[in-house]
């Protein structure tokens, strides 16, 4: 059940129409319902896992916050990362280290181990998983009381327009929310919520799947058949594909929460207006970034421990990111491009600080339009590697773009219909991005609303791609 | 919630002009639409021509069939076996299946008229006539179902909730029914080379893409039609449209034709024909039409004068 399918929108018309006639306790135990059967809909054994980490988290959180011994505390705790990140490990990871075991033992000349068991990858399970140890660390840290109700505490986990794809919320953000009585459906609410949904559902529906359709036959060729110019046409489309379809998704979750009374936290704010990698990643997939920061980073040290460990930490923060991805080299690459590019950032701003005092606003303004446009381009290098179905893809379509370059009639009308989806909501963000508000639409007339609402319907009407695609960030 | 209703009332009040705009000025959205739009007049038509002592005869497919059967070869050749004035309708959407056809033809030629055709050519692509799921509901739903077939397609013809509710949408909104048909018409006609790079990306796409194929092939909804067509045996004839790449019809649709009594022409879809045949690599030209219709009036007409009506 796709937030872009009619299924899910039958669904939520009559989630929403019931959960409105229930108080706030009733109102908890139907959407738990409700979020079973949407997270049922994909494998009703999935519910099982699901079932399973919640149980599980929700007793050693209460083992946590009942001792005062601190030994007892880092026992349960840890033993709550070890299943959690157990479960995510077998189910996400398992094939792809028997994979890489066998090729290792196979190049020595060994006899490999092929197992019988063949395990599915869980629908959502990288994001319910984080979402579960955070609250278990949080509560060990002190940040969170323990939840006293279960199955407030399996709504928490299970809540359905962020189960499967995020944002991934933390447990001082969105449980008091669950615990507490909600705000009813208020103007200002229902504002917020038809503008998100409308604009998640554009990015998704046109901007991603036409994308998609664009990049598809470029990453499906023989790099051997592809020229720079195409190579570069297939890495532009597949950024705003990526783009497209998780902020899309993101904002349709946000979107419904608010109809619902929750508000889940921003996960994207225009990332590619962003100077400079540290930047792009305060803009992308906020809540993976400030997960990894919190809970992986700042455990590693973070920035306290001299220059060298902070790169370290931050090289190695970002390819367990990549790896949080996907079992594949390719995201481990893709994640320390980023490690990397952060690390040399940090070094070249400590070398060089940036000093544009003094300067007119127009050379500032070239400067900064220069740094969007230079990390934009980085940013696009790293998703060749994201999108390649193999490292061996990724280089050669990284060297096709230092090969050969021809303007071919499949690169000029590529180009067109980028422009013709692109242009019209990129001039959208950069007005958003002038004003420094996500929600600047919704503080202006009535009139340039429905003018904006109505372009956006007559896109999703007309402009759908002939192909629509699966969520990317589904397999994640 | 007074300035959000503005806003929702301004898109509703838009919509609404949409589809009147819709309504007025579909049949220019396509050849397409204007041909399903005639489809009406047909029955008139023969009803009229046959009163006035006219052979009808009815070629039921899709854009192949209206290519390979050339109409002005058909009636010259029912002329030379001497049948009085005859005179060739097409029923034939494009895009379309054994389904469309089935819906099409109830709707046009319902059990409970008496207007028949005297002959129907049925003509089909290796795969039309086998079981498949609906194509296009839409299409369906806004031009080719019958109101009271409707609840059997809502019920058993479409197989999810998303064929359902486009299936719903398209018989109550033509602004929502005809939407795939402005992409490709703005992009035709603005967007230099869309044609040739269109058909790269589709292709990509179809192969990226996994079609749910039944084990058995089957032929059921063809038996369907065939009980549809409430015509003897004698006044139907199957026949293959020639492909760029020959083959045989399949051998769930010859089982039922033999039950049926059919008569099946497939000698031409077996042959090889030349690639000038099909000037854009999958429709017949003229003259390789012309030439396919006299073979199948060689082949299958066995019938003497008057014996037909």
Redesign the interface.
């Known amino acids: 059940m796709w937030f872009n399918s009619y299924s899910f929108w039958i669904f939520f018309v009559v989630v929403l129409g019931v959960y409105h006639l229930f108080g706030h306790r009733l109102q908890n135990r139907f959407l738990l319902i409700a979020s079973y059967f949407f997270y049922g809909c994909w494998d009703w054994r999935f519910l099982l896992l699901i079932l399973f980490t919640t149980a599980f988290d929700f007793y050693a959180a209460g083992r946590i916050a009942a001792s005062e011994d601190a030994a007892t505390r880092k026992r349960w705790v840890t033993a709550s990362v070890v299943v959690e990140l157990g479960i995510l490990g077998l189910f996400k990871y398992f094939g792809f280290f028997l994979g890489e075991l066998n090729r290792l033992l196979f190049t020595l000349g060994l006899e490999h181990w092929e197992p019988g068991l063949r395990l599915i990858l869980p629908v959502g399970i990288s994001f319910y998983t984080f979402q579960a140890l955070s609250y278990t660390i949080d509560v060990y840290r002190g940040r969170t009381a323990p939840c006293r109700h279960f199955l407030d505490f399996a709504l928490y986990i299970s809540f359905f327009p962020q189960l499967v794809a995020g944002p991934i919320e933390r447990s001082h953000h969105l449980l008091p929310q669950v615990e507490n009585p909600r705000p009813r459906l208020s103007e200002a609410r229902f504002r917020e919520g038809l503008y998100l949904v409308l604009t998640g559902l554009f990015l998704k529906v046109v901007i991603a799947d036409n994308m998609a359709w664009l990049a598809n036959p470029i990453f499906s060729s023989a790099t051997e058949d592809l020229n720079g110019a195409e190579v570069l046409l297939g890495a532009y489309a597949f950024s705003f594909q990526i783009y497209g379809d998780f902020a899309g998704y993101s904002a349709i979750a946000i979107g419904v929460s608010k109809w619902l009374g929750f508000d889940l936290m921003e996960n994207f704010r225009r990332p590619y207006f962003a100077r400079n990698p540290r930047e792009f990643w305060q803009r992308w997939h906020i809540s993976l970034s400030s997960w990894l920061r919190d809970y992986l980073y700042i455990p590693l040290g973070g920035n306290r421990r001299g220059e060298g460990r902070t790169r370290r930490n931050l090289v190695l923060t970002m390819v367990l990111g990549g790896l949080w991805h996907g079992a594949a080299w390719t995201f481990v690459v893709w994640g320390a491009i980023h490690g990397l590019w952060l690390a040399t950032h940090r070094a070249w701003i400590a070398r060089f600080p940036s000093s544009q005092n003094g300067k007119g606003i127009w050379w500032r303004r070239g400067a900064d339009a220069f740094k969007v446009v230079a990390t934009f381009h980085l940013v696009c290098l790293g998703w060749i590697f994201f999108r390649a179905e193999s490292l061996g893809q990724a280089f050669g379509l990284i060297s096709a773009l230092g090969g050969e370059w021809e303007v071919s009639d499949f690169f000029r009308t590529g180009v067109s219909l980028m422009l013709f989806f692109l242009v019209p909501w990129l001039i959208f963000e950069c007005w958003m991005e002038k004003k420094g508000d996500s929600f600047a639409l919704l503080r202006s007339s009535w009139l340039v609303r429905a003018a904006l609402y109505l372009y956006l319907i007559f896109m999703l009407l007309f402009f759908a791609a002939p192909t629509p695609v699966e969520f990317i960030y589904f397999q994640f | 919630?007074?300035?959000?209703l503005?806003?929702i009332l301004?898109?509703v009040f838009?919509?609404l002009l949409g589809e009147a705009g819709s309504r007025a000025f579909e049949s220019r959205l396509s050849a397409d639409v204007r041909q399903m739009l005639a489809f009406e007049e047909i029955p008139q038509e023969i009803a009229e021509a046959q009163a006035a002592g006219q052979t009808c005869v009815l070629v039921l497919g899709n854009s192949l069939a209206r290519a390979a059967v050339d109409s002005e070869t058909l009636e010259i050749g029912l002329i030379e076996k001497g049948w009085p004035q005859p005179k060739v309708f097409y029923l034939a959407p494009d895009g379309s299946g054994v389904n469309e056809w089935t819906t099409a033809y109830r709707k046009h030629f319902p059990s409970s008229k008496t207007i028949r055709p005297d002959l129907l050519i049925l003509v089909t692509g290796p795969g039309h006539l086998l079981d498949h799921s609906v194509r296009s509901p839409e299409k369906l739903s806004a031009f080719l179902a019958a109101p009271q077939d409707r609840g059997e397609i809502f019920r058993d013809w479409l197989t999810t909730?998303?064929e359902r509710?486009?299936f719903v949408l398209a018989g109550v909104s033509r602004?929502?029914a005809n939407?795939d048909r402005?992409?490709p018409l703005m992009?035709y006609n603005l967007?230099?080379?869309?044609e040739?790079?269109a058909q790269?990306?589709?292709?990509?796409?179809?192969?990226?893409?996994e079609e749910s194929v039944p084990a058995v092939a089957t032929a059921n909804r063809f038996r369907t039609l065939l009980d549809s067509l409430d015509l003897p045996a004698d006044r139907v004839i199957l026949a293959g449209a020639p492909l760029p790449e020959s083959y045989r019809l399949p051998e769930a649709v010859l089982k039922a034709t033999s039950e049926w009594g059919i008569a099946v022409f497939d000698d031409s879809a077996a042959a090889e024909w030349p690639s000038e045949a099909f000037p854009d690599g999958y429709h017949m030209g003229p003259s390789a039409a012309g030439v396919f219709t006299d073979e199948l009036l060689q082949a299958t007409f066995q019938f003497e004068p008057g014996v037909i009506r």
């Open positions: 919630m007074k300035t959000e503005k806003v301004s898109l838009v919509l909730d998303s509710c486009r602004l929502f939407r402005v992409r992009f967007v230099p080379g869309y040739v790079t790269r990306l589709n292709r990509a796409g179809r192969e990226g893409r």
